[in-house]
T-cell receptor, first 116, second 113 residues
Framework: AQKVTQAQTEISVVEKEDVTLDCVYETRDTTYYLFWYKQPPSGELVFLIR??????QNEISGRYSWNFQKSTSSFNFTITASQVVDSAVYFC?????????????FGTGTRLTIIP | EPEVTQTPSHQVTQMGQEVILRCVPI?????FYWYRQILGQKVEFLVS????????KSEIFDDQFSVERPDGSNFTLKIRSTKLEDSAMYFCASSEAEEYEQYFGPGTRLTVT
């Protein structure tokens, strides 16, 4: 069964600090997909990134970077030089690739507060 | 930029009443989903829909729930007889292919009194 664990329930950092959000997943599939979504105070879910299990390259997009490590089943998300607009709940999600399994399994989310 | 839209943004209903939540997925997407999020909790999968039929559903999606794509653009979730515990934010999502990212709508907040 697939499972996503986000052990950090809440994190607060001062603006301009770097912050890393942890995500650990469990799956029996050898092929799977990992995602990060942002949920700002307005409530919508905003897609940030998708990663395939066969691509372990880290990715950087502006101030955001993602570290995917299959050896530790982790897909961590780092925000560099945080800004107040980064304040949100961040969800990590997993999708297995077996036929008929299309659902995203979400973690419980990490509430990030950036203090000005 | 294309986006998923949902109506209404907020629905208040009495226990036992039927509600229909509406969604317009992104136009070239083929896979459609409903999720729900009880206040302060994680997002939970309800159902996925492809090629005019349900392709997967969770234990939450019991006989009280149904989905439909009545025309080429809308995708609806019906709850036949609402219960207090159905109060949640309901998100519609769509994706171009099953392995691609799912794009979510802004959600419908359902309050059952």
């Amino acid at each position: 069964a697939q499972k996503v664990t986000q052990a950090q329930t809440e994190i607060s950092v001062v603006e301009k600090e770097d912050v890393t959000l942890d995500c650990v997943y469990e799956t029996r599939d050898t092929t799977y997909y990992l995602f990060w979504y942002k949920q700002p105070p307005s409530g919508e879910l905003v897609f940030l990134i998708r990663r395939n299990s066969f691509d372990e390259q880290n990715e950087i997009s502006g101030r955001y970077s993602w570290n995917f490590q299959k050896s530790t089943s982790s897909f961590n998300f780092t925000i560099t030089a945080s800004q107040v607009v980064d304040s949100a709940v961040y969800f990590c999600a997993l999708r297995e690739s077996n036929f008929g399994n299309e659902k995203l399994t979400f973690g419980t989310g990490t509430r990030l507060t950036i203090i000005p | 930029e294309p986006e998923v839209t949902q109506t209404p943004s907020h629905q208040v209903t009495q226990m036992g009443q039927e509600v229909i939540l509406r969604c317009v997925p992104i136009s070239n997407h083929l896979y459609f989903y409903w999720y729900r999020q009880i206040l302060g909790q994680k997002v939970e999968f309800l159902v996925s829909f492809y090629n005019n039929e349900i392709s997967e559903k969770s234990e939450i999606f019991d006989d009280q729930f149904s989905v439909e794509r009545p025309d080429g653009s809308n995708f609806t979730l019906k709850i036949r007889s609402t219960k207090l515990e159905d109060s949640a934010m309901y998100f519609c999502a769509s994706s171009e292919a099953e392995e691609y990212e799912q794009y979510f709508g802004p959600g419908t907040r359902l309050t059952v009194t």
